[in-house]
């Protein structure tokens, strides 16, 4: 017998009893729908990350020095010394100074606004753009000037727009705006990306009694060699201080590989439970493959009569199981694809991010397969036992 001729005569039997057969894949079309949701899920998961990391600079690391009382320091210009002593690893630098000052336009106060001093490579570090005016320059920072850059959000909601030239409060000091950002975040809102003032970091450092900066961002040369850039920082921290308590240096590439290696860890796991339904389904296959074999034991033994082989019977019953669960895998991916989208706009709407539930072409086929491969194998024992049954014990069956 064919093989085509063995899967039409599958079909014919399946479409023969449809609520069964529908019942009997249950199993297989919840697995295959729960592990796409599952692995889309984590991939939106691992693309929101991604795309969170990136709008604070993958290719950056970010140096805290407490030095916990020790009599030795490290200067800017020792820090910036070391980033040119590195050109292969080490492309910029900018000496950070946070600032919790209250911030004020006339009478408004501004209470989620974050205000840092920053150097005049800070924007081309981080990737960001004007829309109007112009960015910190070097004199800025050593004539220590009242001067800032604002972001999007703040100049569209309190200056209408047009905020260069206009003054702005933080703490006690009246700085001048010099230029405005262009929108970073998808929405602008308040405590956002787009809800920030930059300043010389001289003049944070004035205005906020700061003796020894002790914060840095530095850009990595190239993205592929953060882990190698880290250690020549703190390689040259340790031959300063000798001890690596007294500071602390954090690479936002490495964050984001440990962040994906715990997504997928958890989606992993989660993907192996929900997997445990198409091995109850593949049970319910082969179990409803049994009784097949029972109801149809007289059309066994009139082939067998008739001359056919055992491979032949066992090849018939193996395709009708692995027709039936790749049917069921059909049904889950088609299934798993419209929950995927169902999810993507609840979690959107509930949560306000731009989280995408999104199944990979590696998980359908690998869904498909795994569906498949199931019939074939918890179809095997069923079709065993039809291929072995006595022609004479079949024909005289009632």
């Keep these: 017998m064919r093989l085509w001729e063995s899967f039409e005569l599958a079909v014919r039997n399946i479409l023969g009893s449809k609520m069964r057969t529908f019942l009997t894949m249950l199993g297989i079309v919840i697995g295959v729908t729960a592990v796409m949701v599952i692995v889309g899920l984590g991939n939106g998961m691992q693309g929101y990350v991604e795309d969170s990391f990136s709008s604070m600079g993958t290719n950056s690391l970010t140096v805290n020095i407490t030095g916990r009382g020790s009599s030795r320091s490290v200067s800017v210009d020792d820090m910036y010394q070391l980033v040119a002593d ?6 910029q630098i900018s000496p950070t100074v946070s600032m919790s000052g209250t911030v004020k336009v006339g009478t408004d106060t501004l209470d989620s606004t974050s205000v840092t001093g920053v150097s005049e490579d ?3 570090m981080k990737d960001y753009s004007l829309s109007t005016g112009r960015g910190i320059d070097y004199v800025d920072i050593s004539a220590r000037k009242n001067v800032c850059v604002v972001g999007h959000y703040i100049s569209d909601t309190y200056y209408g727009g047009s905020a260069v030239g206009q003054s702005i409060k933080v703490g006690a000091s009246k700085l001048t705006i010099v230029g405005v950002l262009n929108q970073i975040a998808d929405t602008e809102e308040e405590g956002g990306s787009d809800d920030a003032i930059l300043l010389p970091y001289s003049t944070a450092a004035r205005l906020t009694n700061t003796g020894t900066i002790n914060s840095y961002t530095i850009t990595v040369a190239d993205e592929n060699l953060a882990t190698e850039g880290k250690t020549a920082v703190e390689d040259y921290l340790y031959s300063v201080f000798e001890d690596e308590d007294v500071y602390h240096v954090n690479s936002m590439a490495e964050m984001l590989d440990t962040m994906d290696s715990m997504i997928n860890v958890m989606i992993t796991v989660l993907a192996v439970i929900a997997a ?6 593949g049970i319910g296959i082969m179990n409803i493959m049994l009784v097949s074999v029972t109801e149809r034991t007289r059309e066994i033994g009139i082939r067998k009569a008739l001359g056919a082989k055992e491979r032949y019977i066992m090849q018939q019953f193996v395709i009708e199981a692995a027709t039936t669960s790749a049917l069921g895998g059909i049904v889950g991916i088609l299934l798993g694809y419209a929950l995927s989208s169902v999810a993507t706009v609840i979690i959107t709407s509930i949560l306000s991010t731009s989280l995408t539930v999104r199944p990979s072409l590696g998980s359908v086929i690998l869904a498909f397969g795994i569906s498949t ?9 069923p079709a065993k036992k039809a291929a072995r049954l006595n022609p004479i014990d079949a024909l005289r069956y009632e």
């Design 276 to 281: 445990i339904s198409l091995v109850v389904g």
């Design 373 to 381: 491969a199931i019939g074939v194998v918890f179809g095997y024992l």
């Design 122 to 124: 800070y924007l081309s």
């Design 86 to 91: 590195h050109p292969d690893l080490l492309s």
